[in-house]
């Protein structure tokens, strides 16, 4: 069976710090194929961008989030220069069993209408799965 990437966006990453849920359990408890965590190269890029113009909370969740990549280990997938992070998510799931973990409304609504799995935080406490169908 293949394995699933499932892909944090940057917004999802601030979640631990901002709401102090465990994303990485959460997570685990939904999914019950076998994954792995990515990330992209601009999600990194964008952290590092909140830590050096925002200050406080932003700035504060943003370091924490960055921390949670390096301890997890999770790869970043490169994405092509001139390309929105959003637009190099919705690419994503054509190159195979991709779910996306995300907060952000308008990218939501455009994965779950082009078919792909997302995972969001409800309630400010629990993450859930949308969309899902499973994989192969």
């Known amino acids: ?9 940057t917004n999802f990453l601030l979640i631990p710090y901002q709401f102090k849920v465990d994303i990485f359990s959460q997570i685990d408890r939904i999914l019950t194929v076998k994954y792995e965590f990515f990330v992209l190269d601009k999600t990194i890029d964008e952290l590092k961008k909140i830590i050096k113009e ?41 190159k195979g069993n991709f779910i996306v973990a995300t907060q952000d409304k308008d990218l939501k609504r455009r994965l779950i209408n082009q078919g792909t799995a997302v995972i ?13 169908k499973g994989f192969a």
């Open 120 to 132: 969001i935080l409800r309630q400010k406490k629990k993450i859930e799965i949308v969309n899902y």
């Open 1 to 9: 069976m293949a394995i699933t990437h499932v892909v944090l966006d």
């Open 54 to 94: 925002q200050k406080g909370k932003d700035r504060d969740a943003a370091r924490i989030a960055l921390k949670l990549v390096a301890i997890k280990n999770i790869k970043a997938i490169k994405t092509r220069s001139g390309v929105r992070t959003d637009d190099a998510i919705l690419e994503l799931p054509q």
